[in-house]
Structures are given as C-alpha cells and as structure tokens.
C-alpha cells in the first residue's frame, strides 16, 4: 500500500513530529472559511525527530506529484527536510539556499517551491511592537537574543537587512548555553553583517551569566528571549535577580507556557518603563505566510486581522 494517500480535495499538510495536538489543526477549518479557501483541509503528517533521510525524500516527492497536495509547513524538520530532499524543488528562496532549511513548501505551476519563511515572520513580528526608525532614534540601544538557535539565526538576518542601513542596532549581542550552536550563528552573522554592525557572543552555560550579559545593556535595549525557557521547559534564562534596562522592549517569542521571562518583566514593567510582547503575533505571521504560499493567496490588513480574531478565539491565554 502506497505511504501516503492522494489528496481527495485540496490539501495543505502540517509536517512536524506532534502535530495532532496544535491548535492550528482546529484553527485552520475557520480560517479556510473566513479566506474562501473552498473544500480545502489541513492533514498532519508526523515524522520522527532526525529521521530517515528517505522519509523526507518520500513527503516531498508524494506533494510534488499529488495534484490536490498544494504544500506543507514545516517545523522542527526544516534542516533535515532540506539536506534530504532540495534537490526535488524547482524553486528555491535565497534563505533558503543561505540558511539551508525549508518552512514552506507550494506550487506554481509545474514547479515545487520552498521556502525559509522565518525571517521574514520574526521580521513581521518584531515590527509589530519595535517602531519604524528605532535604531536611528535611539543609538545607544542594542539587542540581546538568549538562545542561538534557528528564530535567532532568523532575526539576526532580519535585523541586517540591507534596505535598513542607518537604522541598524548599536550592536547585537547573542548568549547562549552550548558552545556549538553560538559558533554557528557567528559564523552565519559574519558572512552576512553588510555594514559592520558590532556583535558579541557570550556562553551562559550557568545560572546568572545572562543576567550579567543583560546587566551590560543599554537603556532602550531590546531583550528577547529565544530559548525555549518557559515553554519547551519550564523557567526562564534569567535569575529573579536579573534587572531589565530602563525603557527595555521586551520579547517573549513564546505565547503559552509558563512564560517565566515575560512575567519577571512584567514585575519590573512600571519601575523601569518596560515594552512586553509576547510570541502570538510571530505564530500568527508564521502560519499565515506559509498558507498564503501554499494557497497562492495574500493575507495582510483586514484579513490577517481577522485571521488573528479566529485564532485567538482558539487560544485560551489570549
Ligand atoms: N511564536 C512562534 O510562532 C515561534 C516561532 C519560532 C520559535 N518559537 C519558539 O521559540 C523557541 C526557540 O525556537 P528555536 O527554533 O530557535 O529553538 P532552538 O533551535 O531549540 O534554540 C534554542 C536555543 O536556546 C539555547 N538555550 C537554552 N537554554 C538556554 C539558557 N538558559 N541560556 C542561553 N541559551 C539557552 C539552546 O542552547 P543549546 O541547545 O546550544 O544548548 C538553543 O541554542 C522555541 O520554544 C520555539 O517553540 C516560537
């Protein structure tokens, strides 16, 4: 019996390793609805962590070749997927080929397309709350990202956009538990850094040395929180002791869990003039740019507005 089943009606897949348990398996039907997406569905498809580079060669070829499988987002797979099957895709965005990794995968036409969409979602979320000229308007302001892994990759590349030149950080600096991952996005950074921005990299293995690294922030930094802390595991990469800088933004990229970092902000928020956001607008962006893809059609303004109403009537912390 074929591994997986031609689509009846036109078809997005989710490829992940939980999938059944994400909201956006309830979320999507109404969001189908409220974009006329007619008959179309959402499937899971479920793929162990590090699998077989056979299994994401068999996905990629069964959408590529199924007429009513229009495409997928993926997570967690986003490397693996494209070390084993990019050579199957017609198209390639240019993060994509920089990053090495896919988050969206359509069609147009004849050809399979893929897509590092990240970037431009960190991006979509970071402008939600961080005002057009910031940088230019507050030179002193830096940026520190706890956690080196993909979303820092990602925004650190949004950050360095080449259209933004004179409104760039005073300089970005990156703090994180395990030696390789830092060495990566170092590496990553510097082939990218168009216009000398200054970067730091800091190993926090310990208990208090992201509280040090933050200590060092100017007033008006931005603080982000990209560790998982608080969602995947419980706690928060700061101490209690951990003090924010004055008129800090503050970003929580996660929206449920226990959200330890968000909630120590909030307890210095009045004292110390804090801007808090949380992940909900960057997991509204994530989706929507991928079934935007996926479906060929554009989702900005009232109609991303409505799509985040419909979720959020979905989520019980919002
Ligand atoms: N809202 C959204 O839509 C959205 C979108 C993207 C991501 N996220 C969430 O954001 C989180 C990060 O995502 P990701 O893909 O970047 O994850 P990831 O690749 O697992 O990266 C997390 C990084 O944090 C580091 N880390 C963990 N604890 C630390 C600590 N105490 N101090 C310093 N660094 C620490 C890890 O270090 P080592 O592994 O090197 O030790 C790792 O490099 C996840 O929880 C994910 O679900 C949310």
Same mark, same amino acid.
């Given at each position: 019996?074929?591994?997986?089943?031609?689509?009846?009606?036109?078809?997005?897949?989710?490829?992940?390793?939980?999938?059944?348990?994400?909201?956006?398996?309830?979320?999507?039907?109404?969001?189908?609805?409220?974009?006329?997406?007619?008959?179309?569905?959402?499937?899971?498809?479920?793929?162990?962590?590090?699998?077989?580079?056979?299994?994401?060669?068999?996905?990629?070829?069964?959408?590529?070749?199924?007429?009513?499988?229009?495409?997928?987002?993926?997570?967690?797979?986003?490397?693996?997927?494209?070390?084993?099957?990019?050579?199957?895709?017609?198209?390639?965005?240019?993060?994509?080929?920089?990053?090495?990794?896919?988050?969206?995968?359509?069609?147009?036409?004849?050809?399979?397309?893929?897509?590092?969409?990240?970037?431009?979602?960190?991006?979509?979320?970071?402008?939600?709350?961080?005002?057009?000229?910031?940088?230019?308007?507050?030179?002193?302001?830096?940026?520190?990202?706890?956690?080196?892994?993909?979303?820092?990759?990602?925004?650190?590349?949004?950050?360095?956009?080449?259209?933004?030149?004179?409104?760039?950080?005073?300089?970005?600096?990156?703090?994180?538990?395990?030696?390789?991952?830092?060495?990566?996005?170092?590496?990553?950074?510097?082939?990218?850094?168009?216009?000398?921005?200054?970067?730091?990299?800091?190993?926090?293995?310990? +208990? *208090?040395?992201?509280?040090?690294?933050?200590? $060092?922030? =100017?007033?008006?930094? @931005? #603080?982000?929180?990209?560790?998982?802390? &608080?969602?995947?595991? +419980? *706690?928060?990469?700061?101490?209690?002791?951990? $003090?924010? =800088?004055?008129?800090? @933004? #503050?970003?929580?990229?996660?929206?449920? &869990?226990?959200?330890?970092?968000?909630?120590?902000?909030?307890?210095?928020?009045?004292?110390?003039?804090?801007?808090?956001?949380?992940?909900?607008?960057?997991?509204?962006?994530?989706?929507?740019?991928?079934?935007?893809?996926?479906?060929?059609?554009?989702?900005?303004?009232?109609?991303?507005?409505?799509?985040?109403?419909?979720?959020?009537?979905?989520?019980?912390?919002?």
């Amino acid at each position: 019996m074929a591994k997986y089943e031609p689509a009846t009606q036109p078809t997005m897949y989710f490829i992940g390793v939980t999938t059944g348990s994400s909201s956006i398996m309830k979320v999507f039907p109404e969001w189908a609805k409220a974009l006329g997406l007619k008959d179309a569905v959402m499937k899971g498809i479920d793929i162990a962590i590090h699998a077989d580079p056979q299994e994401y060669v068999d996905v990629v070829k069964f959408i590529k070749e199924d007429p009513l499988s229009l495409g997928a987002l993926v997570t967690t797979h986003k490397l693996d997927l494209y070390n084993a099957a990019h050579q199957y895709f017609e198209y390639l965005d240019p993060y994509a080929q920089m990053f090495h990794e896919l988050s969206s995968i359509s069609k147009r036409g004849d050809k399979l397309c893929g897509h590092a969409k990240d970037p431009i979602s960190s991006g979509l979320a970071l402008e939600h709350f961080v005002p057009e000229h910031y940088w230019k308007e507050h030179p002193q302001a830096g940026v520190l990202i706890m956690g080196a892994g993909g979303s820092a990759i990602s925004m650190c590349s949004y950050l360095m956009r080449e259209d933004f030149a004179g409104n760039y950080p005073a300089k970005i600096v990156i703090a994180n538990r395990s030696k390789p991952r830092l060495k990566e996005i170092e590496e990553i950074n510097a082939k990218l850094d168009p216009f000398g921005i200054e970067f730091a990299y800091y190993l926090t293995p310990e +208990p *208090g040395q992201n509280d040090e690294v933050l200590h $060092k922030m =100017p007033e008006g930094s @931005l #603080v982000i929180n990209a560790t998982g802390l &608080g969602k995947d595991r +419980p *706690g928060s990469p700061l101490t209690d002791n951990a $003090k924010f =800088p004055k008129n800090a @933004l #503050v970003w929580e990229i996660n929206y449920r &869990g226990d959200l330890r970092f968000m909630h120590q902000a909030e307890e210095q928020q009045e004292e110390r003039n804090l801007t808090i956001e949380d992940g909900w607008t960057y997991f509204i962006h994530g989706w929507t740019q991928v079934i935007s893809e996926v479906f060929d059609t554009p989702i900005a303004g009232e109609r991303l507005q409505k799509l985040d109403e419909i979720a959020a009537g979905f989520n019980q912390n919002k």
